[in-house]
């Protein structure tokens, strides 16, 4: 009666894929089903089991690693407030504007850099939208070039750290792993700042080159700009705009990785951090503060309501065998590790084309994680892998949310297919990547260079 998990595991990705709210169609559809079954085949399930549901919610509740979600949502929407993004693109863009393409190539470093400051993909790609999309049109950017430039760097909030994303699925590997050995929040985010950093590299290298075999498509900024910008206080001013946040980062990061605060505490630090920089910057008010607030405790209540339904969902799953069948299933198959880890990769791949990040950590990844711990697979390196492929859930037509995000805040001129056209290079930079990181593994075990250092 295995087969019953996989029915239901269908019947709520269906679901979800007709638009249906997720946190509900986790929950409602898994206790209607397990419902169902308990009254047509007691000896499958049976409605007691629903006893240790209350005990794994309050352990979700009270789990102190997910602690970190609001004040890194807290800390991103408050640097959103705080005016940073603007000032570090008029200095980047000015410091590299003498290089065709600079302009390009300032948005990406940017993206890099309120990535390690914010960690929330949707406020980085507005944010970067509102501010540099005009830019770039008006001095004669491509309209592909610049919509896939912003898409594509507005995402590195995914994988470089600290990220949200690392941290809602570090935790659900090891919730899912069932005693196997667990991932640690601060050495995924170590593992996954490298091959971030080769992503950003990546993105910069490709501008380069499109610029330069096509000179139309990125043009350098005038000379006489330049001048003007560098005159007076222009030390000064690139010390103000990029010492503080590089300042919060290494603050953040840095006692993460040094082991002195945890993720949590670090995430505590970085709240604390951007607040100091908006009075900094003479933005804050308790106007903003309130927006803050409200709009973090949406996003945290967004995500956790999906981790409640996700957590029993989980509990009717595992009940019904539909783990152990998924195991014996893959075993029997006779797949190798690097056989089922590509599968795994094709299938989260395609998911992200019509599916969320969040719907794809909280549905897939609870059911593969015992099947990598059965082939006896290195978790970290797993969960590295699958947050880079998650990032491109953001890009990929024709739901990709950075997408939707950048359109929504577009100058009219600039059409859906071309934000589309735009946004394929950087997808075939990130399989790049992701496939980087499959065959020289040894990429993520780069931050013992760092911690040392």
Known sequence: MEYLAIVLFAIIFILILRGYPVAFTLGGISVAFAFAVSIFAPEVFQMSTFYLLPSRIMGVVNNYVLMAVPLFVFMGIMLE????AQSLLETMAMMFGQVRGGLAISVVIVGALLAASTGIVGATVVTMGLISLPTMLKRG???????????????????????IVLVLLADT????????????????????LFPGLILVGLYILYILIKSYMHKEDAPSIPPEEIREFRGENFVPKILKVLFLPILLIVLVLGSIFTGVA??????????????VLTIIQKKFSFKILKEVAQETTKLTTMVFFILLGATTFTLVFRTLGG???????????????????????VVIFIAGFFIDFIEIVFIIVPVVTPVFNALGMDMLWVGVLIALNLQTS?????????LFYLKGV???????SQIYRGIIPFIIIQLIIVGIVVFFPELIFFKINITLF
């Open 81 to 84: 407030k705080s005016g940073l």
């Open 141 to 163: 950017y491509k309209t592909e070039l610049a919509t896939g430039v912003i898409a594509s760097s507005g995402t590195l909030g995914q994988i470089i750290p600290p990220s």
């Open 173 to 192: 590997i090891n919730s899912s792993s069932r005693g196997a050995a667990s991932v640690d929040v601060g050495a995924l985010f170590s593992a996954a």
């Open 262 to 275: 945890s993720p949590t505490e670090a995430s505590a630090i970085g709240a604390i951090g951007a607040t």
């Open 323 to 345: 783990d152990a069948y998924l195991q014996e299933l893959i075993l029997s198959s006779n797949l190798t590790p690097l056989m089922f880890l590509l599968l795994v990769m």
């Open 394 to 402: 953001f890009l990929t037509p024709p739901f990709g949310f950075a």
């Open 410 to 416: 577009a100058p009219e001129r600039v059409k859906t």
